[in-house]
């Protein structure tokens, strides 16, 4: 019996007789079987490279119950995520949930996983036991997690990248995380003090770091098209060799074309279906075929108040792995698939480079090429991709001839006039507006305004504002720069209708950069609100320019940053020119291009012909613009 006793096998397993000793317990725990057993079980078969036979003993140790039972279970955990059964250890990392706080290897394990499976917002929760750990690869797991939540607009996010950046100092990728959350909340003077430093690398030559920042926050910062391709920190892997050997697919052509949309922004209250949604509804359906391959947020999905089936015949793919999400898209013999994303927070971009159609197209979701991604065509318009841009994008250019953002003109409310006292403004005085997103509000662009501000003293500034952080530190800005706070208003997000009525009380919309007013400025203009913007030097920055030559008012397009803050003064100086803007737009509403959707899908429809008929050819994907239908002679609807 002693040959088969614990004090045996332990005896073997100190003196390095590892066989022996894993015989003498694969024995004992025939008639034995208790927590050290399996312990010392695990510690031999590790010793001996069976690390799966080691994870699975500590598991059975645990099992046992006492003392040592916690530590077993983390043992195993840590092992079972070693040999890749990531499964196991989730599930076993759950019996230790609420024990989170005393072990970080553990939350680095279970948020790594949450990650790998798109689930970062579970991952929060162990962010603040990531941060407190004393290792850095548990920092910078707490500052990704972070940074792939950035859109829950938590200010606390800004301190896990402090203490990131206090712990690497000389790393610039972690200056540009940290900038990406000053940026959420307007921390002026934390922005102030880096981006300097960033800019300093640049002009010394080191670039490497930029490939380290996300395509998306690298926007908000430069808009330099060099710069921009460089930042590819949220792509999925890419070879041109993708490419070669997608267009060599073999691939059935039917009389229709069949059009895939992929995105998770299929919901009437998304900013990309307030721009699309007539559009979709407005395909030829003699012609096209269109399937939504759709991943929106069941929680999105149920304020969705409209018809889908109008959009197109809706195939869900939130819950399918990419694999199966490509064989529903091959199964329906997609020829254009559309990709409504670009690297913008829940796309699925990964899909494109599976080759899952002969055309793969990029549009309107993202302002600038899809770095990483396999596509053959940008949609744009010569406004935002222009003949300078071609060299900066994998991407072929497809121009519309009029511009690349359609309007619903038809799902939309009206806006209604509204009194500056039901806003909280001034009767008398001229109000400048800006709508757009705190982010895009850069300390460079208060400055502009608070150039403004000072030489129209009759006139105050009305800012959307996220958060009481934003609200003070934009109102700190102002009043280091001399502007009252008096003349400082704020105003909180509304519901759709409400924000499109308040808009008319402002007197000028003022643009922001680099990054413009998107669908911010097109409902500025459906709303009557004449916008001062200036020409820019990217996609993201030349958007506004685009949609106000669409309007008929290229006079509101600026030369410069002295040109803008000239004319603002000029509007406010003297109003009545600003008036036959207003009224031209008014007027030109449901004549001009920008809310024409009819026109903008024929345009389109004729840029999908031209794809599938080089497609069809053998022809290589190459730049072309669409030409213009003709101009119209009456307005394209009444309401």
Partial sequence: MNDISYSTASKHFKTGQYTQALQTLNKLIDVKRDARTYALLAKTCLQIGMPEQAATSYELAYQQDGIDAESYLVDSIKLYYDCGQKDKALALSNKLIHRFHKYPDICYIVGTILLERGEPRIARALKSVLMKSDSIEHMKLGARIAITTWDLFDHRDIETARLLLAKLPR?????????????????????????????????SGELSFISL???????????????????????????????????????????????????SDFFDKHATMKLIRRVLELHDRNRFEVTLFCHSDPDMLRTNEADRELWGHVVTIRDMTNEEALAEIKARGIDILVDLKGHTAGNRTSIL????????????????????????YAIGDHYVLPESSKPHYYEKFVRLPETYQ????????????????????????????SFNANRKITPKTVELWASILKRAPNSVIWILSHNAESRTNILTKFLAMGIAAKRVFFMPKLEFELHLNRITVADLGLDTFPVNGHTTTSEQLWSGLPVLTRKGTNFASRVSESLLHAIGTPELIAEDDEDYVEQAVSYALDPAPLQEIRDRIDANRFRMPLFDAERFCRHLEAAYITMIDKAKAGIEPDHFDVPALPPRTEPFMVR
């Avoid at 910062?221 to 041109?240: I, K, M, V, Y």
């Avoid at 059935?252 to 995105?263: P, Q, V």
């Avoid at 359609?406 to 400048?432: C, Q, Y």
Wanted: aromatic residues 10%.
């Fill in 171 to 203: 790393q610039q990728a972690v200056r540009l995380m940290y900038l990406v959350f000053c940026r959420e909340h307007c921390k002026f003077d934390a922005i102030e003090k880096h981006q300097p430093i960033i800019d300093a690398a640049i002009s």
């Fill in 406 to 433: 359609p309007n619903d003109p038809v799902n939309r409310p009206l806006a209604k006039t509204i009194s500056r006292s039901e806003a909280g403004l001034p009767e008398d005085a001229f109000v400048f507006a």
């Fill in 213 to 263: 920042d996300g395509t998306f926050f690298n926007l908000h910062w430069t808009g330099d098209e060099h710069l921009n391709q460089l930042a590819r920190s949220n792509t999925p892997a890419f070879s041109p060799d993708m490419t070669i050997a997608r267009r060599k697919m073999p691939h059935e052509w039917s009389d229709k074309i069949r059009i895939g949309y992929l995105s």
């Fill in 353 to 376: 480079n599976m080759a899952a159609a002969p055309v793969q197209v990029a549009w309107i979701g993202f302002p600038g090429s899809t770095v990483n991604v396999d596509l053959d």
